[in-house]
Structure formats: structure tokens, C-alpha cells
């Protein structure tokens, strides 16, 4: 009785699931050693936005039937860095609102990353959102930008073959980096 008690409800460890191959993918040493991504805490929640788009916006393929569960991820996502900015030492009455305005942040990302990935035609859209967003105020060779522009598309073009149930189950599998 009093395991049941301590574990987490079974949908909550799914979405802890998936949203820990999201982190685990999104810390990647290649993305900051060879592709410039800044190694900072900028850079790392950059990354993590990305890859939770990623993942996110095949979820969203599904409608209705994956929605609350695509939110379930989102607001899983934004406690957690609720959880490390406090861990961090940043004052309680200042982290609420630094988490509205990362999650402000993070629907800029997903509109400039949607507008990229619709101008199939115009490559430098997706690697314009990719230069102002993952790689901050950092001035990236361009060569990494369309690297990562590259691996953007790629992982999108798997994520859309991926079985949205094995989504549903915690589990996400991405393509090669």
C-alpha cells in the first residue's frame, strides 16, 4: 500500500519517460564540441526547446487524440525547469516568472521554427530561426547552422514515420545525428 502511495501515477512516469529522451538527445556533446551550439545554460535550453518542438510537433499530428497529452509534455517540460531554476538558487518570488517568460520564449522558437520548416523553398528561414534561437547571441560559423538546419529537417522527416503510439508509451527514437 505505501508504494502506491510514493510512485508516480503510470502516465506521469511516460511523459517522464519521453521527456528524459527529449534532455538526454538535446545534451549530446557533438551539438556543443562540433556544431557550436553554446555550451551554457542558454545553449542547453535552447537545445532541449528544439528537441522538444521536434517531438512535440509530431505529437500535435496526432489531434485531439494526442493533445492533452502534448500539453501534459509541455507543462511536465516547464516544471522541470521551474525545479532546476530553484536548484540553481534563483529566488522563489523571481522563478515563476522567469519560467512565463521562458515559456514565452519557447512559443517564439516554435513559431519561428514552423515558419522555417514551411519555407521548404528558402533553406535560410529555417537556419535564420536556428541562428537567432539555438545559438543565441553567439556569432556561429555558418557551416554549423546548416548542419544543425540539416539535422533539424532530418529528424523531423523520422519523426513523421514514427509510430505516435510508441510517442504515447514514453518512448521516441531519433534519426542519426
Known sequence: MFSRLFQRPRRERTIAALYGAIVAQSRLPIFF???GVPDTLEGRFESVCLHAWLVMRRLAMGGKATAEFNQALFDFMFADLDFNLRELGAGDMKVGDKVK?????????VGAY?????????????????????????????????????????????LESFPIERLLAGEVEFAST
Do not use: F, W
Not at 517568460?101 to 522558437?109: I, K, P, V
Not at 556561429?140 to 529528424?155: E, F, G, S
Open 33 to 35: 564540441s562540433e556544431r
Open 101 to 109: 517568460d521562458l515559456a514565452s520564449h519557447y512559443y517564439g522558437r
Open 114 to 158: 514552423d515558419a522555417g520548416i514551411a519555407a521548404k523553398d528558402d533553406p535560410s528561414v529555417l537556419e535564420s530561426a536556428l541562428d537567432r534561437n539555438l545559438y543565441g547571441s553567439t556569432l556561429p560559423a555558418p557551416a554549423h547552422v546548416k548542419v544543425m538546419a540539416d539535422y533539424t529537417r532530418r529528424q523531423l522527416a523520422h
